[in-house]
């Protein structure tokens, strides 16, 4: 007969928290990154490189047939003619020199026939990062500039282009020789997730909520120029409820009611624009412009409605607005009543909305 005994309990314990049970076991980004598709990964670079736009005036995304070895371009802020390369490399093991031997051979052919200048500098961006081997390799320029010329014809002289072999003839070796070989560099991936976590994309690729709100700025004491629109349409709203035309700000100051509702509606504006500046920070563009559209979309009927004059309509639709639910958008954990009210406000200044019919 043959024994046997109760199978045992996985480790980890029996304790698990209602995220856990609703999504799963939260995974790293950096385990996350390699099971990214090659596409994905690209585009995650290009986020990375986002973090980076203080170095850089432009960065765009040449991945794809006709790249000439090229994926992500990042070109200098200072002097745009200077340019650096991020290569994108998604395979399962760390990068390896006969991973790169045809993309440093592009590089060389292409900039040979002028279709591009050389870069400052060549980056390999893999989820694995550089293998040992290949990790070496790279802080010696001439012994990699050596390897490269004894596997040329192996990895280059086909696999540079499918219309013809690319020989290294004595013109191309002259040239090869002629070019620096410490601009080739691999980006460990902790620094590029830990640079990637700075941009407004690393939420919504990793998840992991978003972080505090800094604290709202309190509103100058004049009107600035960017608040004019809304602050003449509250004016106007005031002058139909008190039937008085209200030129400026300062007539407020014999009317206590209005005057303090106007306080009031500056600091709810002034809260949604720190929100709207929050948002560009954390989150992908048109965010911000979403929850816009969610809300308006709420108390347009409320603005179509009967209401005794323009500051009764005002106070019935930020009354609305405040009171509408929002449970799916990005920015729901961040968001305050004061914030809804500043969005009526925000919307008053774009024009979207007119308290006076």
Known sequence: MISSSPLPLPAGGASV???????????PPIERIRIFSAEQWEDFVLEWADSLRDQYDTIEKCGGAGDMGRDIIAFDGV????????QCKHYKAGLTPSDIWVELGKLVYYTY?????CPRKYFFVAPQGA????????RKADRLKSELINNW???????ITVTAEVLLDSALRTYLDSLDFSIFEAVPPLRIIDQHA???W???????????????AHPPDAVAAHEVTYVRSLLDAYGDHLKCTLQAVA??????????????????????????AFSRDTLPPGAFEELQNELHGGIKDEIRGDHPNGYRRVLSVVKTAKQLPITDHALKERLSLIDKGGICHQLANDRKVKWVK
């Open 17 to 27: 928290s209602a995220d856990v049970v609703a999504a799963g076991l939260p995974i």
């Open 79 to 86: 002097n745009p003619v200077i340019w650096d390369n991020f």
């Open 113 to 117: 026939t002028k279709e591009y200048t």
């Open 131 to 138: 293998g040992t081997k290949l990790s070496n390799l790279l």
């Open 153 to 159: 014809d192996k990895y280059c002289k086909s696999g």
């Open 198 to 200: 700075m941009t407004r």
């Open 202 to 216: 690393y939420a919504t690729r990793f998840g992991g909520g978003l972080p505090a709100r800094p604290k709202v």
């Open 251 to 276: 007539d407020l100051g014999a009317h206590d009611e209005v005057r303090e509702h106007f306080n009031d509606a500056r600091l709810e504006f002034y809260s949604a624009e720190a929100l709207r």
